[in-house]
């Protein structure tokens, strides 16, 4: 009597939870217009400062990267995707409690006038009242447990593309930090070229004033300045751009004024050893791990298709209470197992099983490809660099001896024993010379 008056009870606050559930559903619904949106989620702000590293930049690149916060989002939905997986293989418990008034007719179940002995006949109305709780639990489902197996790849997948999407961001980022600190010291050589014309326009004049130079050499000196004030104003177009892509990049307030703190770098050492890097990089590339836990949930996904021809084994039970009166139900309950076991099905698992293997090898296809891909772009990579490094030196030393030469002949012109002529193409070499050796050095970080 006391399991039967707990059960009533339980009817009678769940019809009191649904009915208030019901009712704030269908007053929010009426409150809200139908073109209201949702709240986009608050985005982190980052902070908002001038001076700027490449660390720094890197650091902010991983907060604020929109291809970033979606694989952060494909790792939640992928670790839901794996507890429903799970749930597949743990028992499931419900509560069934419901009130019915209702009135029958015998003809409902085939008695007809036609027959013997039986006339039809109206029964009720009449009220029914039911309240219990069933389980239902696996004992033996090899495919739920392949398909787990699948989640979790697939949930160590997410998170392995997150590193990978990670790595990219910063990729972008330092590329586009590189790419400002080239503009940026390329602005100053310009400023720097201005500088030496518009010393040389004041020797071509002073020259002039004491009768050893020409019109033609203070006109030449007013050219060369203008071109290389011109050449500056270009420059300054692209560092201000580059700033922009990277304040944009990094979510800084373009209000801010950006300023970077470090040059561009040339490091000494020599670049490393071509195993030493492939052996790297075969173990910490994240784009190759991402591939190679694809290849593992292709594999699960494959076992799980195998495994749907086996037999699934459930266990069952259910406690209820059933009568016509609310206050005297009547006690029923049942136990049992349930066994499945596909016997044809249309050739649908078979079908799943072909679709699964072609998939895996499709993706293990990748994986070689992949591998390949990697490997011959370490090999580019390492002789780029090389290369580049040369091409740093050599344009270094031409811009130590570009440098001596244009001394020598400002002081052959300052001797009067020279024309601006050779100081102006000197200086244009000069100038070509700081240019290339920016180039460069971008160049090899860029490599690197």
């Known amino acids: 009597m006391a399991a039967i008056n707990i059960i009533r009870r339980s009817i009678a606050c769940f019809?009191?939870?649904?009915?208030?559930?019901?009712?704030?559903?269908?007053?929010?619904?009426?409150?809200?217009?139908?073109?209201?949106?949702?709240?986009?989620?608050?985005?982190?702000?980052?902070?908002?400062?001038?001076?700027?590293?490449?660390?720094?930049?890197?650091?902010?690149?991983?907060?604020?990267?929109?291809?970033?916060?979606?694989?952060?989002?494909?790792?939640?939905?992928?670790?839901?995707?794996?507890?429903?997986?799970?749930?597949?293989?743990?028992?499931?418990?419900?509560?069934?409690s419901s009130a019915t008034r209702q009135q029958r007719n015998s003809t409902e179940f085939g008695l007809t006038e036609e027959m013997p002995f039986v006339s039809p006949k109206t029964i009720g109305p009449y009220d029914l009242y039911d309240a219990g709780v069933t389980v239902r639990m696996p004992l033996i489902n090899i495919q739920s447990i392949q398909n787990w197996r699948a989640a979790l790849a697939n949930q160590k997948l997410s998170q392995e593309e997150l590193s990978s999407v990670r790595e990219e961001a910063r990729t972008l980022v330092a590329s586009l930090y590189f790419e400002a600190l080239r503009n940026q010291e390329a602005l100053k050589a310009a400023e720097a070229n201005v500088t030496r014309n518009e010393h040389l326009l004041t020797l071509a004049q002073d020259s002039k004033n004491v009768g050893s130079g020409t019109d033609l050499d203070v006109t030449r000196a007013e050219v060369q300045l203008s071109t290389a004030r011109e050449q500056l104003e270009s420059y300054r177009i692209e560092a201000d751009r580059s700033l922009l892509e990277l304040t944009n990049a990094l979510g800084i307030d373009f209000d801010r004024t950006l300023k970077l703190l470090e040059e561009l770098p040339f490091p000494a050492t020599d670049p490393i050893a071509l195993e030493a890097a492939l052996e790297l990089a075969f173990k910490q590339r994240p784009d190759l791990t991402a591939q190679y836990q694809r290849e593992l949930m292709m594999l699960r996904k494959k076992d799980a298709a195998i495994a749907g021809r086996m037999p699934a084994v459930d266990v069952f039970g259910k406690y209820a209470g059933s009568s016509q009166e609310v206050d005297n139900l009547s006690e029923v309950w049942a136990i049992g197992v349930q066994i499945t076991l596909p016997i044809w099905d249309s050739f649908k698992i078979s079908g799943e099983i072909e679709q699964s293997k072609s998939q895996l090898a499709q993706t293990q296809n990748r994986t070689l490809k992949l591998k390949r891909d990697i490997e011959a772009q370490i090999r580019i990579s390492l002789e780029e660099l090389r290369s580049r490094k040369r091409q740093v030196e050599v344009a270094q030393e031409t811009e130590r001896l570009t440098e001596k030469e244009l001394k020598l002949a400002e002081d052959r012109y300052k001797a009067g024993i020279g024309t601006n002529n050779e100081v102006v193409i000197i200086q244009a070499q000069l100038a070509e010379s700081e240019f290339r050796v920016i180039e460069n050095l971008y160049l090899y970080n860029i490599s690197r």
Not at 62 to 79: G, T
């Open 15 to 96: 019809i009191i939870i649904g009915i208030l559930i019901t009712y704030r559903l269908l007053v929010e619904a009426h409150s809200q217009p139908d073109n209201q949106k949702a709240p986009s989620p608050e985005k982190k702000k980052p902070v908002e400062t001038r001076g700027l590293n490449l660390k720094q930049a890197i650091e902010l690149a991983e907060i604020v990267n929109l291809d970033v916060l979606f694989s952060q989002e494909r790792v939640r939905e992928a670790a839901g995707i794996s507890k429903t997986a799970r749930s597949e293989l743990l028992p499931k418990i419900t509560s069934l």
